[in-house]
């Protein structure tokens, strides 16, 4: 066994810093190297990285684990970060619904205290839309949410926020890597307990005056008809599942304040828990997860499903269309937000003008077509929310004239006004039944309001493939399919032509018939796509806080009716998910 790990290992289990339950576990898992070897490795060999987000790993006694003492690591660097750019001020912290996940927000507003930054600590379990909220309404210097949204149950995690309210992003993402890998001596962590910290003003629950400040929000800013909501409100039909996460009070109060009173949450998967008993994965991306709300939905009739994550940024919807349920995926979601928002905007004449769309590169590009329908602009950034706030702030303070509306990715994140800087479910939620309304009062459902978008721009497909490789040896694989991607020898791919490759780790984009490469003004990040010659795309990248490689392919069919159009996208999209499997199986 490699002798540095279990030199790292024996550290921990003698270092009187740890609590002397944490350095039994460790010295327990030493008694037996042989039996514990694979364990030792994963907790010992190498320290927890600070990404770009923050921290996100199984929880567990180890350097390579997601424990207290790393949350007052990563506190401290957030804590060096700010008191060099402000010399002081405050710092807004919530939590999910996960295991240990207030002990850990506990933990972090120990070290800001004791940094003499104060720490607004929200009083209950607050999704991350109000944490982000929150930064901005206190005028924070940065915010943490203790969440790692829909992983398995053994994960949790760390979201560093800055001072607009949203992740952090470059030069300071950098700022305080750097600062948490230069925190080497544990005696270097500032903390106090937060009794004290409480008792010496150091530190403060925060009260309904944000909460409140947060629905106003979505009443003015969100809402497009409120008086529709409070008259016709309650003809709207919803189940709702919070899959035991933190958005059950957040989405009820928002639901009922905005007039659906047939709003029913799912007993079972109302209350918060941190093991989530009911579902495999808590994400509403999975329609596994969503199935006792479908199943409700079904047997009561009632009109819609709505599903948010943990920490409350996701949205799921799934349509009782006359009878039939319709799993929207994170797209279909996305366009019809948008095309609803721009229609009651143009309609009631208060759509801004040079209206601004954000969203990821991997995103459909039916959100252009729609956008640029009512004279707006859609700009595109990297994956994650991060970068799509970090565009509107430097358009912000560049003084630009484009008007944000709305962004979003397809991992159903949408965000829908600018009061917080991250995806957020519960507005979404406010959002989709505003529109399901809306269009019930026609005699249609969103299924039928997606037609509608398809006539009238065209049919566009996409899906997702999403593949888990767990540990060292997960990591070394997706190392290797991206390798063999970035190279790939070919110059088709499931009968599609490429022509023309994106390398934004290299920032570069080749033209494959005349070897022309042009840059590409993005941020480096380890993304590749494939356009080909019929104009469908793939893009492929390893997630950033999952143990995952994704790829992405996007269809357009324009010939033939609506039922042939759907046929033939879902065809091609078959061939090359199996040949991405293929190629997968055998790297």
């Known amino acids: 066994m490699d002798q540095r790990i279990l030199q790292n290992a024996t550290r921990w289990s003698s270092d009187p810093y740890f609590s002397e339950t944490d350095r039994n576990e460790i010295q327990r898992l030493l008694a037996d190297v042989p039996s514990n070897e694979l364990e030792l490795t ?93 930064v901005r309404y206190y005028q924070a210097r940065c915010g943490v949410m203790i969440t790692a949204s829909h992983n398995p149950p053994i994960y949790n995690g760390f979201k560093a926020f800055w001072n607009d309210g949203a992740q952090v992003v470059p030069p300071v993402d950098q700022e305080i890597i750097s600062e948490y890998n230069a925190l080497v001596d544990w005696a270097s962590v500032k903390h106090m307990e937060f009794s004290e910290a409480l008792e010496r003003g150091l530190a403060q629950w925060t009260d309904e005056d944000v909460d409140n400040a947060f629905y106003e929000v979505i009443e003015n800013r969100v809402i497009q008809n409120l008086d529709l909501c409070r008259k016709h409100g309650k003809e709207l039909s919803i189940v709702y599942t919070a899959l ?126 729609i956008v640029e329908s009512f004279g707006g602009t859609v700009l595109d950034t990297l994956t994650g929310f991060k970068w799509m706030a970090g565009l509107l702030r430097e358009l912000e303070e560049k003084g630009s004239p484009l008007n944000f509306v709305f962004a979003s990715e397809e991992s159903f994140g949408y965000m829908p006004h600018k009061e917080s800087r991250d995806k957020d479910g519960v507005s979404s939620m406010a959002l989709m039944s505003e529109a399901a309304l809306f269009f019930k009062q026609k005699g249609m459902t969103l299924v039928d309001a997606l037609d509608e978008i398809y006539a009238r721009f ?72 494939f356009t080909f010659a019929s104009g469908n795309r793939l893009f492929l990248r390893p997630s950033g806080t999952e143990p995952k490689i994704k790829f992405y392919t996007m269809v357009r069919v324009t010939d033939g009716d609506l039922a042939q159009k759907k046929a033939r996208a879902l065809d091609r999209v078959r061939l090359i998910e199996a040949k991405i499997r293929e190629i997968c199986e055998m790297v």
Do not use: W
């Open 244 to 369: 035991h996460g933190s958005a059950e009070v957040p989405c009820s109060e928002a639901a009922r304040r905005l007039g659906f009173s047939s709003f029913h949450s799912v007993p079972s998967q109302a209350k918060p828990d941190g093991n989530f008993p009911t579902v495999k994965s808590p994400n509403p991306e999975d329609p596994k997860a969503l199935a006792l709300a479908i199943d409700s939905m079904l047997k009561t009739k009632a009109d819609i499903v709505f599903g948010t994550d943990p920490d409350g940024d996701r949205l799921g919807v799934v349509v009782n269309n006359r009878g039939v349920p319709e799993i929207l995926n994170g797209n279909q979601i996305g366009a019809l937000m948008i095309y609803y928002v721009f229609s009651m905007k143009a309609a009631q004449g208060s759509l801004p003008p040079n209206p601004l769309v954000i969203k990821s590169i991997v995103t459909s590009p039916i959100q252009n077509a």
């Open 42 to 134: 994963e907790r010992f060999y190498r320290d927890l990285e600070f990404g770009t987000g923050g921290l996100r790993a199984p929880m567990g006694v180890g350097q390579n684990r997601m424990n207290r003492y790393n949350v007052r690591r990563a506190t401290q660097a957030m804590a060096n970060t700010v008191l060099k750019h402000f010399g002081g001020g405050s710092a807004v912290i919530s939590y999910d619904s996960r295991n240990f996940s207030k002990e850990f927000a506990l933990e972090a507003a120990g070290v800001f205290a004791a940094n003499g930054i104060k720490a607004y600590v929200f009083r209950a379990l607050t999704p991350t839309p109000m944490l982000s909220f929150g």
């Open 458 to 529: 065209g049919f566009f497909y996409e899906s997702l493939v999403s593949l888990d490789f767990e540990g060292i040896a997960g990591a070394k694989k997706i190392q290797r399919i991206m390798e063999h991607f970035r190279h790939y020898p070919e110059h088709s791919f499931a009968g599609e032509e490429i022509v023309a490759t994106e390398d934004y780790e290299a920032s570069r984009m080749t033209e494959l018939k005349s070897g022309v490469q042009r840059s590409i003004a993005l941020p480096r990040s380890n993304v590749l796509s």
